[in-house]
């Protein structure tokens, strides 16, 4: 038998874990973490005899879980769609996150000559790739995603993947640069190799 010094602090770690669920801006961080507070919220409510907690926290890791897995289902509804880098929506979205880019990729600097997508989530902008054709290999100059969407592998399937209007470039080969930790970590993540100062990504592996 637990004591109740010990199930009370069981009862507290999980209103942390829940409290904490709130603080992050990552969608996939925060399904885990409300998850995790849910479970033991459901142990807590098990421990003292509380079918209320049980039930609605066995419901919350369900709905929880439920979430996860559409997250991270292959039908999820992704899409990138090309824009032209002089258009104002364009401008106005790397504007508004401008301070974000250049924590990761800061000698970004847009071009007319970019080729442009806007990554999109379930209808809603959620980043944007921008880079210059080389032939068969696409040079990217810019990979940015919302911070509440980069646990959600869009890079991979952007690469990966390959939705129509990036097949569409005739490209085999997407490169890259790399000039802070942050975004080295990133290009690893999503499957580039390093080349001597250059790292490079096969399309569709």
Known sequence: MLSPQLIEAIGYLASFLVVLSFSMRSVVRLRIASLCGGLVYTLYGALISSWPIMITNLIVVALNVWNLRREFSPQRDLGAVP????????????????DDIRHSQPDFAIDDSHTGFVLMRDGMPAGAVLGNVHGRSFDVQLDYVLPQYRDSRLGAWFYGTRPASVRALGVDQFTARATTPVHTAYLKSVGFVTDGDIWRRSAGS
């Open 83 to 98: 824009i032209e880098p002089s258009a104002p929506f364009l401008a106005d979205f790397l504007r508004t996150h401008l």
